[in-house]
């Protein structure tokens, strides 16, 4: 199952995510952010993705895995927050 | 006593779009090493393209059959941001590339956009565009953008490297820039051109349907920038070691299409 969901941030960027999950809807298979915002060093994204890969559909872990990320100091994010990457997650997943 | 700081000038040159980005990148690589200097250049692309942020989707922000019955290339940053239609007649691109310890550089990001866009600010002044700067990185003339800039931060040697580079719209075709990137045919009306062009000018626009010649822009582009970073600006060349590693990364990341449809 393929779900997207999209988020103009206020005063910010456009941030998009597709997420793919298991037939069950119990587990993330699949995840990728994109859009016209702006992260340093922009390759980490991809650690983002990989860490919620297999992660089962639950919002407190979701906010949890996205929340150890960006508390890494060496992300530095502009147009978006981590509030809005974990919107459109629950968003995607609850449509 | 001279202590004023000197940085390296490169001409303005035209490439192909995956030449233009590999050459920033491979510039970056070297002022991380300590093998060059701090760098200004001016470009153009030739054939036309479209950039897309590195975090886009090329699927959903590019229409890839109308970019291939034009001869509009496509090209992935290494910057974020958003796609751009970078028209050969229509805009100048310009990098900057600073090591991130330069005492010049603000440790905040959007100061230091603020202070490397106000040397674009002062090229506008230069040819009678009075223009400012508008968070995150953008540079609008009254209300409406003339100039989008974006960021990377990077330390693929000893030194973190910040390359910002940006656009400057020099004449602005609507209906063209709309039919290479994604808008649906329903939303190329006549009302939403109206809009867009209620956001977005151009150095022709704002000077009354003149145009400005590319030698022009570039010099007053380069005296902006030595003035906003107090610097003294040398002519210089790509050292063969940057040519060598540009033509690489053409190679293998810029010109190849897993690169420019990895998202």
């Known amino acids: 199952m393929k779900n997207k969901a999209e988020k103009k941030v206020p005063g910010g960027k456009l941030i998009r995510v597709t997420v793919e999950t298991d037939v069950t809807m119990s587990k ?9 915002f702006y992260m340093h060093p922009e390759e980490e994204i991809h650690t983002l993705e990989n860490s919620l890969k297999g992660t089962k559909i639950d919002e407190k872990e979701f906010k949890r895995i996205i929340t150890n990320f960006f508390e890494n100091e060496i992300i530095q994010i502009l147009g978006a927050g981590p509030e809005d990457f974990l919107e459109i997650l629950v968003t995607a997943l609850s449509g | 006593m001279n202590n004023v700081d000197v940085w390296r000038v490169l001409d303005l040159e035209t490439n192909d779009c995956a030449t233009n980005m590999a050459i920033d990148e491979a510039i970056l690589f070297h002022i991380s090493e300590g093998k060059v200097p701090n760098t200004i250049r001016t470009y153009r692309w030739n054939p036309s393209a479209v950039s897309i942020g590195y975090f886009q989707s090329v699927y959903e922000e590019v229409n890839i059959e109308a970019c ?5 290339d496509v090209v992935r940053r290494i910057t974020g941001g958003g796609a751009v239609y970078h028209d050969y007649e229509g805009e100048i691109t310009y990098s900057v590339l ?6 010049k550089i603000p440790k905040d990001i959007i100061k230091s956009y603020q202070l490397i866009c106000q040397g674009i600010i002062y090229a506008l002044a230069d040819i009678g565009i009075d223009a400012t700067f508008k968070p995150i990185n ?6 409406k953008k003339i100039s989008g800039n974006a960021q990377t931060r990077r330390k693929p040697g000893k030194d973190i490297v910040i390359l910002q580079h940006g656009t400057i719209l020099r004449d602005l075709d609507i209906k063209k820039m709309f039919s290479v990137l994604r808008v649906s045919k329903e ?12 956001r977005v000018t151009s150095i022709r626009r704002e000077l009354g349907d003149k145009l400005v010649d590319f ?4 010099n007053s582009l380069e005296r ?8 003294q600006l040398e002519r210089s060349t790509l050292t063969e070691s ?12 810029y010109g190849a299409k897993d690169w420019v449809f990895k998202r």
């Open chain 2, 215 to 218: 030698e022009t822009l570039k």
């Open chain 2, 242 to 253: 940057e040519r060598k590693l540009a033509t690489e990364f053409k190679e293998k990341k």
């Open chain 2, 138 to 143: 953008d540079i609008i003339a009254g209300t």
């Open chain 1, 28 to 36: 993330i298979v699949n995840v990728m952010f994109t859009g016209d």
């Open chain 2, 187 to 198: 939303k190329i009306s006549d009302k939403l051109i109206e809009q867009v062009e209620q």
């Open chain 2, 98 to 103: 600073v090591r991130d310890n330069d005492p």
């Open chain 2, 224 to 231: 902006g920038f030595s003035k906003t970073l107090s610097i």
């Open chain 2, 68 to 72: 291939q019955s034009k001869s509009v």
